[in-house]
């Protein structure tokens, strides 16, 4: 074999770093690096966040809500009244789904986190329909990121049902403008949220002590860095975001609710067993329905009421073309 | 290699000096794993500090087996673990600025004194239950540093190359995929920041350049687990021999990486000096220098540590274990937040200073005290929460520690340990002070019953508007001092509520 002196070495590595600087000023001229540009007016409830929205002239349901069945079947009735996953999902799709890990602690019994076979099923469910690839990802804030994603029993089912687990790498989160926020114009947001194809996101139905209740709007803080200076202005700071990351659909987790001692919990006497998915394209009204599981109103919580006011969706649950079913019943 | 030196087939000195690099590169990689891997046994492979451990913290202990073997192998191999296994010793091997360094720097023999003093004195000090000189023994200073410095390093060059190959389109996915495989285990999440992460770096830099003045300079004069090893090769099995055949061509000399071999002392060489790489059996030109038993006791040289440098060093020990005693530094800073179930005892006389719980730390709390707990327990852990937190479902620090000195406490246990309380201050809170809204506090807060309350109050602000609040505060019975909501808190800078002992 032939001898590697260090003077060949540095060639090499310099030429290496060459075709990076290369590959990245082409890259930089020939695609844009920004997430696609976002809407200008309130986008009709359930617009796709992606250009190329799917009009249907079929008319589906505003929102479903099943309820008693095992994770999986819950999560199947509900798309498929919505009009089922192809309504959703088209061949070769980059799909993101976006579940609660925030405690990182806790395993699914204690309701702080999504229910691993739902996140799974609706998983499988994309892959079915044929999307090139499934993300699930989530940054946990009470631990680790591997922590979560292994407490939670995330990682494990949907390894099993073929999606990839994702850490959200730092390097990922870039300023983006928010145009349609009143409060916060700007703010740190992760980038492949905002370019995927399919956004899912899929809280759980959870107790919270600023906003009384964390639902499809308020998980959409797991995407953002430095969420905790949302805090100062909770519910406009919410709505802002909800007005930039546009969700494809949003299926509540109401398997489990926490109802008090929330988000993180702990407690498995502050947890009821509803057996319950909520879903459908508008998350301002997916949201407003589930205030109904705790007894309140969507006008009790402050980033609802805001949403509303700034066309981001529909509160108003009377309006709304609402299918409610209970399996085997 | 067309040149074989030894063209003669079967085993010869060269092949010994590849099983050497082979031996090195296997072992430093195998450092690196197992510190990666948070796995205990790395200093425990360390003899000096393990017994200095068990002097000072009064305990047997079932994994010092491990240093009796390493000492029996001592006696039959001499040094041979500092040109062999010894990760420092492998490194400064690597970096040894061999052709850079001027000829005309002579050294005198004295100075090899240096490493017996310090020897010594840790081993005084143990005596006195006093183990802050192990900051000196070289394992420390390896897993110290890298802990502090090399990986933090390592980490902020890969988050930079990698946001560059992000641009590729191309690479997006393989990327997520290595970022999702390394990341939380080997490589933090977010970037991690160690309080004089830059001493140790700088410390590791100064003992490589020392190699400029003499090759292996640390393991020649400083390195008190060398002179360890050095005492017992006075009397161990396995030795350097010249017979009376040797021309004194002085090639042997010239190789030697300790320069312990003297051409006017008939080529001969300390055992305690020399660290078996057998540079020089491959250097002689007529085969008169080998390694094989020697059954007597080595001459004393004027540099062994015989009667002044073996008062001086027991001497210095005793004098800094009682001088740091006396500390002159506050001793309870209201911040010293020691990991889960450590005492400050065992602080001073268990821990060993090396920084294997830093680098278990999964969110960078552990960093290294500095004179907060005063100068005798100067580089012990400390968990410094605007840096990290206390995960709530986690023991990685007592599962690391090779002396115990962390307790190794099982999760259940783990969750009700108190370390420290949260207080607020109410003059930096946003809601206390600024009548601002913000709850992080409460929100983050692990454990079942949160140890935040809040408290509703309408308030009348500046301009005469009214406004509704949530004002935290903190119940102590409750509280056990995560540190995650210190850790969280937006107020900037020192952050308003505060974990303390």
Request: overall charge positive; charged content about 20%.
């Amino acid at each position: 074999m032939a001898e590697f002196t260090r003077r060949e070495f540095l060639k090499y590595a310099l030429a290496g770093l060459g075709a990076i600087l290369a590959s990245r000023f082409i890259s930089a001229c020939s695609s844009p690096q920004a997430a696609p540009s976002p809407p200008q007016t309130p986008p009709a409830p359930g617009t796709p966040t992606a250009e190329g929205t799917r009009p249907s002239a079929v008319k589906y349901p505003d929102l479903v809500v099943v309820r008693g069945g095992e994770p999986e079947t819950l999560a199947r009735k509900a798309i498929d009244l919505l009009g089922g996953i192809k309504r959703f999902v088209k061949k070769g799709d980059n799909v993101i789904i976006k579940p609660n890990i925030g405690p990182a602690m806790r395993t699914y019994e204690y309701a702080a986190t999504t229910n691993p076979w739902l996140v799974a099923a609706v998983t499988s469910m994309c892959l079915e329909a044929g999307a090139g690839r499934v993300r699930v990802m989530d940054k946990p804030f009470s631990g680790t990121a591997e922590s979560g994603f292994l407490n939670s029993g995330i990682r494990e089912e949907v390894e099993k049902a073929g999606g990839e687990i994702e850490l959200m790498s730092r390097f990922k989160y870039a300023s983006t403008d928010i145009p349609l926020g009143r409060d916060i114009k700007k703010w740190d947001i992760y980038q492949d949220i905002l370019k995927a194809d399919v956004l899912i996101n899929m809280p759980i139905a959870k107790h919270h002590s600023a906003s009384r209740l964390t639902l499809g709007m308020k998980n959409l803080m797991g995407v953002v860095n430095m969420a905790q200076l949302f805090h100062l202005n909770l519910g406009q700071r919410i709505a802002d975001l909800a007005s930039r990351v546009r969700p494809t659909l949003t299926i509540i987790d109401a398997i489990r609710i926490l109802t008090a001692n929330g988000p993180t919990g702990g407690d498995l006497n502050d947890v009821r067993k509803l057996d319950t998915v909520i879903a459908g394209t508008d998350m301002v009204a997916v949201d407003s329905y589930a205030t109904s599981l705790f007894g309140l109103r969507p006008d009790d919580i402050p980033h609802i009421k805001i949403a509303t006011e700034m066309g981001l969706g529909s509160s108003d649950l009377n309006k709304l073309d609402i299918k409610e079913i209970t399996l085997g019943s | 290699m067309a040149a074989e030196k030894n063209n003669t087939a079967g085993w010869n000195a060269r092949s010994w000096l590849k099983l050497r690099t082979a031996v090195q590169i296997i072992f430093f990689l195998g450092f690196i794993v197992l510190f990666l891997g948070g796995v205990p046994l790395l200093m425990r492979l360390d003899p000096l500090a393990m017994l200095a451990g068990a002097i000072a913290g009064r305990s047997l202990q079932p994994y010092l087996v491990i240093s009796l073997v390493i000492i029996v192998l001592a006696l039959i191999l001499g040094r041979a673990w500092c040109g062999w296994l010894c990760p420092m010793g492998t490194l400064l091997e690597w970096f040894s600025f061999n052709s850079w360094r001027s000829k005309k720097i002579k050294i005198a023999d004295g100075w090899r004194s240096i490493k017996y003093i310090i020897l010594l004195a840790i081993v005084s000090a143990a005596i006195l239950a006093n183990l802050t000189l192990l900051i000196f023994d070289p394992m420390t200073i390896f897993v110290r540093t890298f802990s502090t410095a090399v990986w933090p390093a390592l980490d902020f060059i890969i988050n930079a190359v990698e946001s560059v190959m992000n641009n590729v389109p191309a690479l997006q996915e393989p990327l997520s995929r290595f970022d999702t495989a390394v990341r939380s285990s080997l490589l933090p999440t977010d970037p991690l920041y160690y309080r004089d992460g830059l001493i140790f770096g700088g410390i590791f830099i100064a003992l490589i350049l020392l190699n400029f003045l003499a090759e292996r300079f640390w393991c020649r004069y400083l390195c008190p687990l060398g002179a360890f090893y050095g005492l017992l090769s006075k009397v161990s099995i396995v030795r350097r021999r010249v017979n009376a055949s040797c021309i004194k061509c002085k090639l042997c000399q010239d190789v030697c990486p300790t320069g312990t071999i003297k051409r006017e002392k008939d080529c001969s060489s300390d055992p305690g000096e020399c660290i078996m790489c057998l540079k020089c059996m491959d250097s002689c030109p007529c085969s008169t220098s080998d390694f094989g038993p020697v059954y007597k006791a080595s001459k004393l040289n004027s540099y062994d540590p015989v009667r002044r440098q073996l008062l001086l060093g027991l001497g210095t020990g005793i004098l800094l274990a009682v001088l740091l005693k006396l500390n002159i530094f506050s001793r309870h800073s209201q911040y010293l937040i020691r990991p889960p179930g450590a005492t400050e005892q065992d602080m001073t006389a268990k821990c060993i200073r090396c920084g294997e719980c830093i680098k278990a730390c999964p969110t960078g709390a552990i960093q290294p005290s500095q004179l907060e707990a005063g100068g005798e327990t100067v580089w012990t852990p400390v968990l410094v929460m605007r840096s990290g937190f206390c995960q709530y479902s986690c023991n990685a620090c007592g599962k690391t520690c090779p002396t115990a000195a962390i307790p190794e406490l099982p999760l259940p246990r783990k969750k009700v340990t108190v370390i420290g309380r949260a207080f607020i201050d109410r003059d930096r809170c946003l809601p206390w002070a600024k009548n601002t809204p913000c709850i992080v506090c409460e929100e983050m807060c692990p454990v079942p019953h949160k140890a935040v309350r809040l408290s509703s109050v309408e308030v009348t602000k500046e301009d005469g508007s009214k406004i509704y609040l949530q004002r935290p505060t903190v119940q102590p019975g409750r509280c056990i001092g995560c540190g995650l909501c210190e850790y969280k808190c937006p107020v900037e800078g020192e952050a308003a509520i505060r974990v303390t002992v």
